[in-house]
C-alpha cells in the first residue's frame, strides 16, 4: 500500500478560500433566489479585463507560434531574457537587480511555498498573525510543524501577532529564527510597513543570518511615496532577502499567471558543516529541473506591462482599485467601524461590531446582504474579530456594497 504524506494530516481544515466557496455554494443552494444578488468581495481576485498593450503583445506572440520561423520550443526556465530584462530595469531602477536575480515563474503563490524545497530541516520559521494562508499550509505539508493547537497554531512556528497597537506590523522578536515571511504592502490588513520598521527587519536577519521571504505582490498599489517598493530598497536586504512579485493584481495577470521571485548573489544558506552556498543556485537547480517555464505569450504580454501604454493602463487599473478601496473605507468608518488598510493596499481590514466574531459576519454578510467577505479567523488566530473586504470589483458593484452595508449595521 502506498504510504502518503502524513503531514497532510496536520491540516485541521480546508483552504480558506476553498471552505469560503463552500459555504457560498450551500447558501446560493439554499436561497437561489436571494444568490441572485451575491457581490463577491471575499477572494482577492481582479474583474477588470487585462490591459490593452499586453492582450496585443500576447496575441502577436501566438501568431508567431502559427509560423515555423518565429515559432518557439521549450524556452528558458528562468525565464526569457526580454522579460527578465524588462523587470530588472523598469522594477528595480538603480537597486542593482540584475536579470540573472530573477526567475520567472506561473504566480508568487506557487513560488512562496514552493521556495521551501531549497531549505532543510531544523529551521525554526517565523510568520505574521494574521497571515496569507499559503505561507502555513506549506510548511505543515513540508513536515515542518507539529500538529495545531486549540487556537489553529501549529508547534514549531513562531508567530508574529499583528495588533491594532503595533499598526499590523509585527515586533522584532526577541528569540533567534531562520527565516521570516513579511507581506507588504499587506495581504489580509491592507497594511503598509515603513522604511523604518523594514530597516530593523534587514537588521535582525542580517544580526540572526535569517533569511526574509518578502512577498511584494502589492507594491503596485503604493499611494504614500515614502513607502519602500521593494525590500532591495533597504541597505543590506540583497545580503538577506528573497522577493516575491506577481503580476497578477497590478496586470490583471490572475487568470494569465505569470509572476517572478528575486535572488540575489549575495543571499546564502548554509550546509550542516557550516558551508556557505548562493540559495540563488539551489533555486535555479529546483526551478530547471521541477518547472518548464511560464508560455510565450504570457511572456510577451509581461513585458507589455512595462512599455508605456502598458504602465498607462496599469496606472488605470490600480487608481479604479483604490478608488474602490476609498469608497469601502468610508463606508465602514461612517458606520463607526474601526478600519484599517485600504491606502496604500486594494483591501480594507475592518473590526466586527460588538458581540460578533468574525465567521459571524461572514455569515451576516452572505445571508442578509448577500455580500461575500473574508472572514479574519481565517488568517490565523490574531485575525479573528475581523474581516477583509476586497476592493477588487466594479465601481457599481462597490457602492452598491457600501449602500447594503448600511442597512445592514
Not at 501604454?309 to 496606472?315: D, F, I, L, N, R
Amino acid at each position: 500500500m502506498a504510504r502518503i504524506n502524513e503531514n497532510f494530516q496536520k491540516l485541521k481544515a480546508g483552504y480558506l478560500f476553498p471552505e469560503i466557496a463552500r459555504r457560498v455554494n450551500a447558501y446560493t443552494e439554499a436561497e437561489p433566489e436571494k444568490a441572485k444578488r451575491l457581490i463577491r468581495c471575499g477572494i482577492g481576485d481582479v474583474t477588470e479585463p487585462v490591459p490593452v498593450a499586453a492582450r496585443e503583445a500576447m496575441k502577436k506572440a501566438v501568431d508567431e507560434l502559427g509560423e515555423r520561423g518565429s515559432f518557439r520550443g521549450y524556452g528558458p526556465e528562468q525565464g526569457y531574457p526580454f522579460l527578465r530584462e524588462a523587470i530588472a530595469e523598469n522594477a528595480y531602477g538603480d537597486l542593482d537587480i540584475h536579470p540573472d536575480d530573477i526567475f520567472v515563474s506561473d504566480g508568487s503563490k506557487c513560488d512562496s511555498g514552493n521556495i521551501l524545497d531549497i531549505f532543510g530541516p531544523g529551521n525554526k520559521i517565523a510568520v505574521t498573525d494574521p497571515v496569507y494562508p499559503v505561507y502555513v499550509d506549506t510548511n505543515v505539508m513540508a513536515g515542518n510543524t507539529g500538529e495545531a493547537n486549540d487556537a489553529g497554531e501549529y508547534e514549531g512556528l513562531v508567530y508574529l501577532k499583528c495588533t491594532p497597537e503595533n499598526g499590523f506590523v509585527p515586533a522584532i522578536p526577541e528569540e533567534k529564527v531562520d527565516l521570516i515571511y513579511l507581506c507588504y504592502p499587506n495581504n489580509p490588513t491592507g497594511t503598509s510597513a515603513t522604511r523604518e520598521q523594514l530597516e530593523a527587519w534587514v537588521a535582525y536577519a542580517k544580526k540572526c543570518d535569517a533569511i526574509l521571504f518578502y512577498d511584494a505582490a502589492y507594491e503596485a498599489f503604493i499611494q504614500d511615496p515614502s513607502v519602500p517598493r521593494s525590500i532591495y530598497e533597504i541597505e543590506g536586504a540583497k545580503d538577506c532577502a528573497i522577493e516575491f512579485r506577481s503580476f497578477s493584481k497590478n496586470g490583471g495577470f490572475t487568470g494569465v499567471r505569470c509572476a517572478f521571485t528575486v535572488i540575489p548573489d549575495t543571499v546564502v544558506g548554509t550546509t550542516a558543516s557550516g558551508e556557505s552556498v548562493p540559495l540563488k543556485q539551489l533555486w535555479g537547480r529546483r526551478h530547471s529541473t521541477k518547472f518548464n517555464g511560464a508560455s510565450y505569450p504570457v511572456q510577451r504580454g509581461a513585458e507589455a506591462i512595462y512599455s508605456e501604454a502598458g504602465k498607462a493602463e496599469v496606472a488605470e487599473l490600480v487608481k479604479h482599485y483604490m478608488g474602490n478601496a476609498k469608497l469601502l473605507k468610508k463606508a465602514c468608518e461612517a458606520l463607526n467601524l474601526k478600519v484599517w488598510g485600504g491606502e496604500n493596499a486594494p483591501y480594507v481590514w475592518v473590526g466586527c461590531p460588538e458581540g460578533v466574531d468574525s465567521w459571524g459576519m461572514f455569515q451576516k454578510m452572505l445571508e442578509e446582504a448577500q455580500v461575500v467577505v473574508t472572514p479574519g479567523a481565517g488568517f490565523g488566530a490574531a485575525g479573528e474579530g475581523f474581516f477583509r473586504i476586497s476592493a477588487f470589483n466594479s465601481r457599481e458593484n462597490v457602492e452598491e456594497v457600501c449602500e447594503r452595508l448600511k442597512a445592514l449595521i
